[in-house]
């Protein structure tokens, strides 16, 4: 019987023209690699392996991207939608550009400062891979939803008074203080990775739907998702 593989929980990968990035949530960071390894690991992610080059897939193996599994195709495919997230939709507009302003207050702006320098610190004394996982759990436990238009509210307030915090603006500890913050609330977005590949940068944000909560809309749809949370 013909060995099945699937890709490592906490990988995910994006394919350009000549190469192949991949996010590795557990190490946190990001590899470049060739265009073999990216059609590799798209036959793993769509369990069509049997023409793929051996050289290329155990290279994959080695460098823990991929790992064998027993499980069936269609069992494989749950597996990997936890690994790689969601379907996403590709972002038409930002809450943080719509002409509207809140008056939350003073207890809501300590709330924001706590907040973002509490994931700064967080990101200092813990892994990765850690902090998302626990977001994972607080996503499951989250209490009912409020309607989708109060999320963009909350967005705008946040940044409101997250621009009074003297820190330095950072896609990830900024993503994750708000997520924080919309979790308090009911609401669970989704956490964004994406890269650009020539010249290669990383940028994450946070998103519902297809509005961008933390960022611009111009900005974040320059960068290819490679991994939702």
């Known amino acids: 019987m013909q060995q099945r593989y699937r890709i490592t ?3 995910g990968f994006c394919r350009f023209e000549g190469r192949t990035i991949v996010l590795d949530i557990a190490a946190d960071r990001y590899w470049q690699l060739g265009e ?5 690991l798209e036959a793993v992610r769509t369990g069509t392996t049997g023409g793929i080059d051996e050289g290329a ?7 823990g991207f991929v790992v064998p599994t027993s499980e069936e195709p269609a069992a494989m495919a749950g597996s990997l939608a936890a690994s790689m997230g969601d379907a996403l939709s590709r972002p038409s507009r930002s809450a943080l550009e719509q002409a509207s302003r809140t008056g939350a207050g003073w207890t809501t702006a300590c709330e924001v400062a706590v907040l973002a320098i509490a994931a700064r610190v967080a990101l200092r004394r813990l892994a990765l891979k850690t902090i998302l996982d626990r977001l994972a759990v607080r ?5 009912p939803a409020l309607p989708a ?8 307030c946040f940044w409101q008074y997250r621009r009074l915090v003297p820190l330095r603006p950072l896609c990830l500890p900024d993503s994750i203080a708000f997520l924080w913050f919309a979790m308090r609330r009911g609401h669970a977005p ?8 020539f010249p290669f940068t990383a940028h994450c944000w946070v998103q519902d739907g297809d ?3 933390t960022d611009a809309l111009d ?6 998702p490679i991994m939702v949370l």
Request: glycine residues 8%; positive net charge.
């Open 211 to 213: 509005v961008v909560l």
């Open 36 to 40: 073999d390894a990216g059609r590799a």
């Open 190 to 197: 989704r956490l964004v990775f994406g890269v650009e590949a």
């Open 149 to 156: 238009t109060n999320l963009e509210m909350l967005a705008r």
């Open 139 to 143: 996503r499951r436990r989250k209490a």
């Open 57 to 63: 897939l155990e290279r994959l193996v080695t460098l």
């Open 9 to 11: 929980d906490g990988i």
């Open 219 to 224: 900005h974040a749809g320059r960068f290819t």
